[in-house]
């Protein structure tokens, strides 16, 4: 498989992905967006934040990296843990809830215009080395597999929220589980999921691969 090959299998999950997520922000109630999201945050900031899935694509390919700091997804996350943690909880809550202010009046077409921009910055792109969050460089095609877990996992948790329907298709489904198994294996927990995927155990309440 040569590199652009796969940078293009990953450059259509994360379009799969961002159109589930756009799709399901248009057929929320204009007046649900006040209500309950998930934790700290209401369904505007939860939805603010997974628009940053979006947003965070087209503004790191204009901040190109020298070196590939993070040889893929699952070490982008786990530079992300500490990363996340020197940051402070609050700090990340209050990026949400600024996305969600910066959504406007019409969430549904903000989303649609952020999801379209991303996609149209792809496209143009190939396959470079971004800047990413605490300044790593990582490859764009190492970058999206995380952009789409990130959208299942929040498109999951509007769903959820709102009592809908997140209708992921199913390579965005695939791509999501499959890097949280891997990133499971790599923090020492593969064993844990792998008895609870198999009915033979459940996962500890805490238990996370992010």
Do not use: C
Not at 131 to 140: E, H, N, P, W
Request: net charge negative; charged share 20%; proline share 4%.
């Amino acid at each position: 498989m040569t590199g652009n090959y796969q940078r293009d299998e990953f450059a259509a999950v994360f379009a799969s992905a961002a159109h589930a997520f756009a799709r399901l922000v248009q057929v929320l109630p204009a007046d649900s967006f006040d209500g309950p999201g998930l934790g700290e945050w209401d369904l505007r900031a939860l939805v603010g934040h997974t628009s940053r899935s979006l947003i965070t694509v087209s503004t790191y390919l204009q901040a190109p990296a020298s070196t590939a700091d993070l040889a893929g997804p699952v070490e982008y996350y786990a530079a992300m843990r500490g990363f996340m943690t020197d940051a402070g909880a609050e700090a990340i809550v209050e990026r949400g809830r600024q996305a969600g202010r910066d959504l406007g009046s019409d969430p549904a077409a903000a989303v649609d215009a952020l999801a379209s921009r991303a996609l149209d910055d792809i496209d143009e792109a190939g396959d470079p080395l971004i800047t990413v969050i605490g300044g790593f460089g990582i490859r764009l095609s190492h970058y999206l597999p995380t952009r789409v877990f990130e959208l299942a996992v929040h498109s999951l948790d509007i769903a959820r929220a709102t009592g809908r329907s997140a209708d992921l298709p199913a390579e965005v489904m695939e791509a999501a589980n499959l890097l949280a198994a891997r990133s499971a294996v790599e923090m020492g927990k593969g064993e844990a999921l792998l008895m609870a995927v198999t009915g033979r155990a459940e996962l500890p309440r805490d238990f996370s691969v992010t």
